[in-house]
């Protein structure tokens, strides 16, 4: 980065000298400056709300005050700046929680097909999101939906999911029994995400299957044009046990390498 004629790590990144870097912490703290230079790229796991604003405001002077892990902190510079706020560039979309959250990403997913007149469960498993335990109206229509599809198909398998913030499998179960499922929405007051388990899916050497593909979505300034770059190439990840309806095993069921990575045959399968 160094190398490159005008590019240069900001103030608040470990390798500028303007901050204080803690390593042991994963911590930068930067006192405000009136002559630190303006950020025109931002990269972040999450997405930094000041910066969105600095960004549809145009404003000008704004600095990274503090760099922790999961939070990054920023504020206007000491002085307002006359000169006009460049062109910057973020890794994350306004609102991009639709998509990375699963509750909002359901509803998404909702009501994009119906504002198109199709049924949203022809393309994902029904889903339901229930935000006030089992005295929630939606948990009501599952219930009766469960009932249902147990007594025409025998299926009775379903998962529960955390509906806001959470990753990497963490929080996920699966239930054949109503009253358990009950239970565990019932556990905690959050946001819930119940959904069909495929009990008969696609199976790759008797394994379950993800594909991990790419995509870079970008959007021209001012509510410009948006275009999608896809990778060409994607890889396919297997889980590490033979699939089976007659465990609840999460190495049998869930893909998610933050789970596979635990299990004894962990990469064994993998070419």
Known sequence: MRARPGWAPGAGDPANPAGKTVYELKTVKVPLSEDLPDIHFLWTQYPC???HNAM???AAG???VSNEEARLQMKAGRTARNTPAP????NHFEGSAALTNKADLRDTIVAFYLRHGRDPFSIVPPTFVVRGGTSDAEFAIWRRMYDGNAESTGQRMWLVKPGDKANRGNGIRIY????ELAERVDSKER???IQKYMEAPLLVHRRKFDIRAYCLVTQEPGGGAVRA?????AYLRTTSVEYSTKTKDRMVHLNNDAV???GGDYGKFEA
């Open 49 to 51: 709300k000041a910066f």
């Open 56 to 58: 549809a405001s145009k």
């Open 62 to 64: 704004v600095q990274v």
């Open 87 to 90: 062109q910057r560039m973020y």
């Open 176 to 179: 054949d029994d109503a009253e």
């Open 191 to 193: 946001c819930w995400v």
């Open 229 to 233: 770059y896809c990778y060409q190439e």
């Open 260 to 262: 596979q990575k635990k």
